[in-house]
Nanobody
Framework: QVQLVESGGGLVQAGGSLRLSCAASGSIRSILSINAMGWYRQAPGKQRELVATITRARSTNYADSVKGRFTISRDNAKYTVALQMNSLKPEDTAVYYC?????????WGRGTQITVSS
């Protein structure tokens, strides 16, 4: 089992920036089995969608809608993943979820709300 705790959500004006962080914890065996870490989001009335992922080797993947504005990073020693979000738009408003991919399955955080006002 892996537990994920997100932090850093909130309200921001369009054009502003926010940084999300997620810390993973659990048994040593579970933590060491973490491969990819990432962020997903779900807006009201919409399906959850990928925002960005990063592998243990720090290979990244971004949704087209956030390329050039968001940057994902991770600290393998601390088992944390962060998402720097710049030039935020109202359409970025959603609940953002941290995700980890392990050998025993995927785990999700509880989510943190991001609201971007116009």
């Amino acid at each position: 089992q892996v537990q994920l705790v997100e932090s850093g959500g909130g309200l921001v004006q369009a054009g502003g920036s926010l940084r999300l962080s997620c810390a993973a914890s659990g048994s040593i065996r579970s933590i060491l089995s973490i491969n990819a870490m990432g962020w997903y989001r779900q807006a009201p009335g919409k399906q959850r969608e990928l925002v960005a992922t990063i592998t243990r080797a720090r290979s990244t993947n971004y949704a087209d809608s956030v390329k050039g504005r968001f940057t994902i990073s991770r600290d393998n020693a601390k088992y944390t993943v962060a998402l720097q979000m710049n030039s935020l738009k109202p359409e970025d408003t959603a609940v953002y979820y941290c995700n980890t991919e392990t050998t025993s399955g995927d785990y999700w955080g509880r989510g943190t709300q991001i609201t971007v006002s116009s």
